[in-house]
């Protein structure tokens, strides 16, 4: 059982930036493909950023290409946002899946994640 731990939300104002991390609580974490996903209220949750176990780039949903950079370690990943705007504004969950597609657009599948973590909340004032 993987447990994910976010940290790093909070209030910034439009324009500004926040570093999200999520500890794993597993040694085997580097054999996850992780990914951050948001969900603000009334709405669905929705696929943020993904990076593969191997590494390399990220995958990013349109809205924040540019702006936000997903990187990892061994035992973390991070969500670097910058620029951010008042529609950023959001839970943040990260997820990790043992076994993921071959195309990136198997990465906004909520279901192909096996952990999540409790969410963290960004907010973004204009």
């Known amino acids: 059982q993987v447990q994910l731990v976010e940290s790093g939300g909070g209030l910034v104002q439009a324009g500004g930036s926040l570093r999200l991390s999520c500890a794993a609580s597993e040694r085997t974490f580097s054999s996850y493909t992780l990914a951050w996903f948001r969900q603000a209220p009334g709405n669905e949750r929705e696929f943020v950023a993904a990076?593969?176990?191997?590494?390399?780039s990220g995958y990013y949903r349109d809205s924040v290409k540019g702006r936000f950079t997903i990187s990892r370690d061994s035992a973390t990943v991070y969500l670097q946002m910058t620029s951010l705007k008042p529609e950023d504004s959001a839970v943040y969950y990260c997820a990790a899946a043992l076994f993921m597609g071959s195309y990136s657009s198997d990465f906004p599948n909520v279901g192909a994640y096996n952990y999540w973590g409790q969410g963290t909340q960004v907010t973004v004032s204009s």
């Open positions: 990076m593969r176990r191997t590494g390399g």
